[in-house]
């Protein structure tokens, strides 16, 4: 995939793009179908809600070994409609994956992810510049009422904010303290909420503010991100660094697959 020079320019100004279904029905399904294999697999890559409980966020599926490893997931996160387009994005083909995550929001008990920029936790995790993209990718339909994701436009270009830890929901973070939040909120446009089919994308800037609501349907909303970090800006050493799983130090520049790799991928045996 390559993005137009108006998308380019729209990226610049917003710090995100949103892409109606990406990837297809049937992509889509594959993913989901490992999401689900890979849930049920003993793992320390897997949060979950309780000890023996269902998965909340499921890390590294996107290499080629490790417990939670799967085809599918590797394959999605080097398609030109993810890799290709954070390539064009950062202005560098040398990217990996600073981590790769699929966020299962709970039917009913869900809760909110509080106002937070991903370069808030990542500059914590030795990262020194903010050129990392995410891509979201979302694995059911999203809506307002399943706690989809809201980005707040423009929000990037006032830098990193001097986050706090944020325990007050499940998924406790580096948050934007509500202050600042009240004050941006009222000089920036509508946050955006990032809805539709599933097979819908986003690629938005490390340090675009967002958030999301509380599931309050009756059906679990899964979600995927793939967090793009040039190879020339990966992390120094921190004191107690976070495990593997979340701060990747596999550097390797990844390569483009085929854009047919999803259907054709097999499942890596745990
Ligand atoms: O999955 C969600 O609802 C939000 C995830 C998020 O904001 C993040 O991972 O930074």
Redesign the pocket.
Known sequence: MQLTEAQCAQYERDGFLIFPELFSAQEVAILRDEVERVSQIESNCIIREETGGPAKTIFRMHEDDGETASGAVRAAARSSRALGAAQQLLGDDELYLHHC?V?V?AAIQGSA?PW?Q?FGAWHLDGIAEPELTTMAVMLDEATEFN?C?YLLPGSHHEGRHQPYWDDSTAYSLWAVGPETMRNKIARYPDPIPVTGAPGTAAIFHCNNL???GHNLSAHDRC?M?FCYNRVANHPKEVENPRPDYVRSQNWQPMTLEPEDAILRSTVIPA
């Open positions: 995550k966020n929001k992810w937070h991903d706690g994701l967002h958030a999301s979600q991100y």
